[in-house]
């Protein structure tokens, strides 16, 4: 149910003019709170499905990625290859509205969180921590793996990388528990080669 708050101007000389000020300040504070709740709840009643339990093979919580999927019916992922190095999840709603990507993918390992980090995650207001091993903003982040390399090219590191489309959207704390919860996974999968030691001088 939706509801018109109406203010009118009181007569400023009025002794109730100030009570009726704090009156309608506080209704209208209760009011907004009602609203927004109501808007949520509106959007998980559009629903129709439940969010995934894994990306492509990597578990993660479905409450972390509930607050980045849109209403709809009926969601799936799909597992691409897009370039040579780089593995893709895409979480997509109704058949067509992509929503979420998740990446593996092997890079210098000189590179840092930033440069591996898209654009369009670049331009919101972003954190880096952890040892400057993950990057989060509103609708994206990149984490470094630990110990995670490629034994055929020494200097390549694994990085992983998430991106939310849903629009309004934004949710950086949520966020940055995906990033962490999604890269320990995948260095714990058999996508994580662990980095050999180098011999030792004899």
């Not at 509205?97 to 000189?110: D, F, G, V």
């Not at 055929?152 to 950086?172: G, K």
Request: glycine share 4%; charged share 25%; aromatic share 6%.
């Amino acid at each position: 149910m939706d509801f018109i708050l109406v203010v009118t101007h009181c007569n400023p000389n009025s002794p109730l003019n100030e009570p009726k000020r704090i009156a309608i300040i506080t209704a209208a504070i209760i009011l907004g709170t009602t609203l927004t709740g109501c808007s949520e709840d509106r959007d998980e009643d559009k629903r129709s499905y439940s969010a995934p339990h894994s990306l492509c093979g990597v578990a993660v919580n479905s409450s972390l990625l509930t607050p980045f999927l849109p209403p709809g019916e009926h969601v799936s992922t799909q597992r691409t290859f897009p370039v040579q190095g780089t593995e893709q999840c895409d979480v997509i709603v109704d058949r067509s509205k992509l929503t979420i990507t998740a990446k593996k993918k092997w890079w210098p390992e000189r590179e840092s969180v930033l440069d591996i980090a898209p654009a369009s995650v670049r331009r919101k207001p972003y954190r880096i921590v952890d040892g400057k091993n993950l990057l989060y903003a509103g609708t994206g982040a990149v984490g470094r793996t630990k110990n995670c390399a490629d034994p055929r090219h020494s200097d390549q590191r694994l990085f992983t990388v998430i991106q939310s489309f849903t629009p309004d959207r934004d949710d950086a704390d949520t966020m940055k528990k995906l990033i962490r919860a999604y890269t320990k996974e995948v260095e714990e999968s058999k996508a994580c080669r662990p980095k050999r030691p180098e011999p030792s001088a004899s």
